[in-house]
C-alpha cells in the first residue's frame, strides 16, 4: 500500500495549525491569570501599605518613648554619679577633719592594763552638733562646686 505524501503533508499542516492555534489560546488564558494574580497582588500590596502607615504614628511613639527612657536613664547615672562623687568629698573631709582633731589613742590603750587610766581632756573633741552643721557645710560646698549643667540640662527639657 502506498501512502500519498501529498495527503500526508496536507495531514500534518492542518495538525500543526490547530496545535499553534491550541497553543496561543493556552498563553491567552495563561497572561489573563497572570494579570488578575499581578491585579491582586497590587491591591494586596496597597492594603499594606495602608496598615504600615497605620502602624507608622506607634512606632514614632515608642521611639520617642524609648529616646526618653534613654536620656532619663543618663540623667539618673549623672546623678548618681553625683551624689556618689559629693559623698566621697564629704567624707574625705570628714575624715581628714577628724584625723586633725581626734587625739591620737589613749594612753590606757598604749600601756598596760594595771595602770590606772588617764582621762583626756574635753577641750580636744569637737562637739557632734559642731560636726553635723562642718558636714553639712562640705557637702553645700561640694554641691556648689558641681556644674551648673543639671540645671541647664533640666531647661532644655522644659522647653521641649
Not at 496536507?10 to 488578575?36: D, H
Request: a negative charge; one cysteine or more.
Amino acid at each position: 500500500m502506498y501512502i500519498n505524501l501529498d495527503v500526508l503533508m496536507r495531514i500534518a499542516q492542518i495538525i500543526l495549525v490547530a496545535a499553534g492555534c491550541a497553543a496561543l489560546f493556552w498563553l491567552a488564558v495563561v497572561f489573563k491569570n497572570l494579570v488578575e494574580t499581578l491585579k491582586s497582588a497590587t491591591k494586596t500590596l496597597d492594603a499594606l501599605q495602608k496598615d504600615l502607615e497605620k502602624l507608622e504614628s506607634p512606632l514614632e511613639t515608642v521611639d520617642a518613648i524609648s529616646n526618653t527612657v534613654d536620656e532619663l536613664h543618663q540623667s539618673t547615672k549623672k546623678a548618681a554619679e553625683s551624689a556618689i562623687t559629693t559623698f566621697t568629698a564629704g567624707m574625705d573631709t570628714l575624715k581628714n577633719k577628724f584625723d586633725k582633731s581626734a587625739p591620737s589613742a589613749p594612753e590606757t590603750l598604749k600601756t598596760e592594763d594595771s595602770q590606772p587610766p588617764k582621762e583626756v581632756s574635753q577641750a580636744e573633741f569637737v562637739p557632734a552638733a559642731d560636726l553635723q552643721i562642718q558636714e553639712t557645710e562640705i557637702i553645700e560646698e561640694a554641691a556648689d562646686k558641681q556644674p551648673k549643667k543639671a540645671e541647664s540640662e533640666s531647661a532644655v527639657k522644659e522647653g521641649d
